[in-house]
């Protein structure tokens, strides 16, 4: 099993930052893929970003140069820095790990609220 916590979510103003972060803890050695997801009322959850164990990225369209997905592997820690924030991209942000080894499981966070409003 593997265990998620996220933080660093709130409230911001229009065109302001927020930086989250997700602690992995448990059997971490299973994981090779972790991101950040995102649902807002009424709307399925979405994919915001994707990072591998070596660094490669993937990004929504709708984030890509806004939003920056990084890992500490070493914490077992993965990051969201998220700049020029909508009023759009307010969410319930939650944290992905998947695992590589079989039963290839995916664990998630609680989740954590970003709000962008004035």
């Known amino acids: 099993q593997v265990q998620l916590v996220e933080s660093g979510g709130g409230l911001v103003q229009p065109g302001g930052s927020l930086r989250l972060s997700c602690v992995a803890s448990g059997s971490v050695f299973r994981i090779n893929d972790m991101g950040w997801y995102r649902q807002a009322p009424g709307k399925q959850r979405e994919l915001v970003a994707t990072i591998t164990r070596s660094g490669r990225t993937n990004y929504a369209d709708s984030v890509k140069g806004r939003f920056t997905i990084s890992r500490d592997n070493a914490k077992n820690t993965v990051y969201l820095q998220m700049n020029s924030l909508k009023p759009e991209d307010t969410a319930v942000y939650y944290c992905?790990?998947?695992?590589?080894?079989?039963?290839?499981?995916?664990?998630w966070g609680q989740g954590t609220q970003v709000t962008v409003s004035s």
């Open positions: 992905n790990a998947k695992e590589s080894l079989y039963p290839f499981r995916a664990f």
